[in-house]
């Protein structure tokens, strides 16, 4: 008997091997039951695998899988309480909308369906095209279809592997809200797979950042922004401005930095790293929490805000903000969002500008890691992380979208 504080789905130990590549290193991983969780990484990280070996179409080189407190690790996939969503949808073309529905209790002999079917097409909100074919459907209702069919069933956990991969960018990020909907409402463990940090950000209760086939931090989305806990994940989920510093002192629950001769302040409990007088660490600021002014505007920056002069080498309108780009001492190019309520003229390429922010809004981390990973990792063609063009990186920045 699955109680409230059993996981839907526990990992202890599971990894995967392919000769001598491994795919997922051993991890232990608790899914809360009703939750909305997401497996968020690049192409490549092992996320679909984990996935997979929880559907049961990939059997574990070592560990196991338990749902709702059920050893699962040796059966096979249609013996699992589990249903999946790929991102082909995977619609039976001869069949109309209803009859997909149906297709899952046909088959397990259940002949008065009209109820549920009828149920669940009002779920996902396409009871007026139940007698259509999956080809007269747009991309975003042949979505729903699929959900709804997988949902019949009753699934203790459904398992979506990128479901919205193949729509355009306007109606992945309505579908994005659709999914959520469904999933609150009937309440049902959905682990979403995906390489879109917005997808996860927007639709998850609970993330699990993974690279290279290990879990890099697991939280919720605002946690892992505000709180990122490696360089990896400050720069995977966003835009971080990191700067390289030295500890000049301690005391007060404060680190006081030093870069290039600038003084920067940093809270103590927001440092990852354990360090003191003379040691490295790396400050993080995100780009839409710092303020641009001008230098002759310098003396009216409110005392006690972390600052930094710089000059601005290149800036690119777009839309509600203004990306800047700004060579400084401490850093050849720091980036900074400015909303575009009231635009200062002189904020332009070549204007020497002072950077400032509070410095309960910097993160730190430890200098021994690379400062540039997780910059690349979203760079596989996903159009939810392209073109500035079509985007807004200060609100993009803000659900955890590289700008």
Same mark, same amino acid.
């Given at each position: 008997?699955?109680?409230?504080?059993?996981?839907?789905?526990?990992?202890?130990? @599971?990894? %995967?091997?392919?000769?001598?590549?491994?795919?997922?290193?051993?991890?232990?991983?608790?899914?809360? +039951?009703?939750?909305?969780?997401?497996?968020?990484? +690049?192409?490549?990280?092992?996320?679909?695998?984990?996935?997979?070996?929880?559907?049961?179409?990939?059997?574990?080189?070592?560990?196991?899988?338990?749902? !709702?407190? *059920?050893? &699962?690790?040796?059966?096979?996939?249609?013996?699992?309480?589990?249903?999946?969503?790929?991102?082909?949808?995977?619609?039976?073309?001869?069949?109309?909308?209803?009859?997909?529905?149906?297709?899952?209790?046909?088959?397990?002999? @259940?002949?008065? &369906?009209?109820?549920?079917?009828?149920?669940?097409?009002?779920?996902? *909100?396409?009871?007026?095209?139940?007698?259509?074919?999956?080809?007269?459907?747009?991309?975003?209702?042949? *979505?729903?279809?699929?959900?709804?069919?997988?949902? @019949?069933?009753?699934?203790?956990?459904?398992?979506?592997?990128?479901?919205?991969?193949?729509?355009?960018?306007?109606?992945?990020?309505?579908?994005?809200?659709?999914?959520?909907? /469904?999933?609150?409402?009937? !309440?049902?463990?959905?682990?979403?797979?995906?390489?879109?940090?917005?997808? +996860?950000?927007?639709?998850?209760?609970?993330?699990?950042?993974?690279?290279?086939?290990?879990?890099?931090?697991?939280?919720?989305?605002?946690?892992?922004?505000?709180?990122?806990?490696?360089?990896? &994940?400050?720069?995977?989920?966003?835009?971080?401005?990191? /700067?390289?510093?030295?500890?000049?002192?301690?005391?007060?629950?404060?680190?006081?930095?030093?870069?290039?001769?600038?003084?920067?302040?940093?809270?103590?409990?927001?440092?990852?790293?354990? &360090?003191?007088?003379?040691?490295?660490?790396?400050?993080?600021?995100?780009?839409?929490?710092?303020?641009?002014?001008?230098?002759?505007?310098?003396?009216? @920056?409110?005392?006690?805000?972390?600052? /930094?002069?710089?000059?601005?080498?290149?800036?690119?309108?777009?839309?509600?903000?203004? #990306?800047?780009?700004?060579?400084?001492?401490?850093?050849?190019?720091?980036?900074?969002?400015?909303?575009?309520?009231?635009?200062?003229?002189?904020?332009?390429? !070549?204007?020497?500008?002072?950077?400032?922010?509070?410095?309960?809004?910097?993160?730190?981390?430890?200098?021994? #890691?690379?400062?540039?990973?997780?910059?690349?990792?979203?760079?596989?063609?996903?159009?939810?992380? !392209?073109?500035?063009?079509?985007?807004?990186?200060?609100?993009?920045?803000? %659900?955890?979208?590289?700008?």
């Amino acid at each position: 008997m699955t109680t409230p504080k059993t996981p839907a789905v526990r990992l202890t130990g @599971i990894s %995967k091997r392919y000769g001598s590549f491994t795919a997922v290193h051993p991890l232990d991983l608790a899914v809360p +039951a009703g939750s909305f969780f997401a497996l968020l990484g +690049a192409s490549g990280c092992g996320k679909t695998t984990t996935l997979r070996m929880i559907a049961g179409l990939e059997d574990p080189t070592a560990g196991t899988v338990q749902l !709702g407190g *059920q050893d &699962v690790t040796a059966l096979p996939p249609y013996k699992r309480p589990v249903n999946t969503v790929f991102q082909n949808y995977a619609l039976f073309p001869h069949l109309d909308v209803y009859e997909n529905v149906a297709f899952g209790l046909r088959r397990r002999g @259940i002949k008065s &369906v009209k109820k549920q079917v009828g149920d669940m097409l009002e779920l996902v *909100q396409l009871g007026s095209l139940a007698r259509r074919k999956p080809h007269q459907l747009s991309g975003g209702q042949q *979505q729903r279809v699929a959900v709804a069919r997988a949902l @019949i069933n009753e699934p203790q956990v459904l398992l979506l592997d990128e479901p919205l991969g193949a729509l355009d960018l306007k109606l992945r990020r309505q579908m994005q809200l659709e999914l959520k909907r /469904i999933q609150t409402e009937v !309440g049902i463990t959905f682990i979403h797979v995906t390489h879109d940090q917005e997808e +996860a950000m927007t639709m998850a209760d609970t993330v699990a950042v993974m690279n290279a086939g290990r879990v890099e931090q697991l939280g919720d989305p605002a946690d892992l922004y505000e709180n990122p806990g490696s360089t990896f &994940v400050a720069n995977f989920l966003g835009t971080s401005n990191l /700067i390289e510093t030295e500890v000049a002192g301690t005391g007060d629950g404060l680190l006081r930095l030093t870069a290039a001769g600038q003084q920067l302040t940093l809270p103590a409990a927001r440092c990852r790293a354990e &360090v003191g007088a003379g040691d490295r660490v790396l400050a993080g600021v995100r780009p839409e929490k710092m303020t641009l002014a001008h230098r002759d505007d310098e003396d009216a @920056i409110p005392a006690g805000r972390n600052r /930094i002069p710089g000059r601005i080498v290149d800036s690119s309108f777009i839309g509600v903000s203004t #990306q800047y780009v700004i060579d400084s001492p401490v850093c050849p190019e720091l980036e900074v969002f400015v909303p575009n309520v009231e635009r200062d003229g002189r904020l332009v390429p !070549g204007a020497p500008v002072v950077l400032h922010w509070n410095p309960e809004h910097t993160f730190g981390l430890d200098a021994g #890691q690379d400062i540039d990973a997780g910059i690349d990792a979203g760079a596989d063609g996903d159009p939810g992380t !392209g073109p500035r063009s079509e985007q807004d990186p200060a609100r993009d920045s803000a %659900k955890g979208v590289p700008a």
